[in-house]
Nanobody, 127 residues
Framework: QVQLVESGGGPVQAGGSLRISCAAS????????MGWFRQAPGKKREIVAA????????YHADSVKDRFTISRDNAKNTVSLQMNSLKPEDTAAYYC????????????????????WGQGTQVTVSS
């Protein structure tokens, strides 16, 4: 079992920056590939970014590429999402997710691949 707790969300003006983090507890964090997803009201959940267990492989959705950066610190059991140049359309609840990935060096982009989810943190970008 892995418990995930997101933090760092809040209101921000368009063009601003925000860093959200996800703290994991339970089984060894380094054996899990991680992902960030978001869901806006009335919209489907979508992948934002993903990272391999080692951090050597990352994925960023086209909509956030060059603005958001996913990273992880296995020593601190955390995964973070640095969000720059925020836009109103980035407004959503952001969720981190974990997928057991022993022996797999890549990342996962499908929500159904993930085993554990956090409770989410709200990011609201005003124009």
């Amino acid at each position: 079992q892995v418990q995930l707790v997101e933090s760092g969300g809040g209101p921000v003006q368009a063009g601003g920056s925000l860093r959200i983090s996800c703290a994991a507890s339970g089984r060894p964090f380094s054996s899990y590939a991680m992902g960030w997803f978001r869901q806006a009201p009335g919209k489907k959940r979508e992948i934002v970014a993903a990272i391999s267990w080692s951090g050597s492989s990352t994925y960023h959705a086209d909509s956030v590429k060059d603005r958001f950066t996913i990273s992880r610190d296995n020593a601190k059991n955390t995964v973070s999402l640095q969000m720059n140049s925020l836009k109103p359309e980035d407004t959503a609840a952001y969720y981190c997710a974990a997928k057991e990935a022993t022996g797999y060096t890549g990342y996962y982009t499908g929500g159904k691949s993930y085993d554990y989810w956090g409770q989410g943190t709200q990011v609201t970008v005003s124009s």
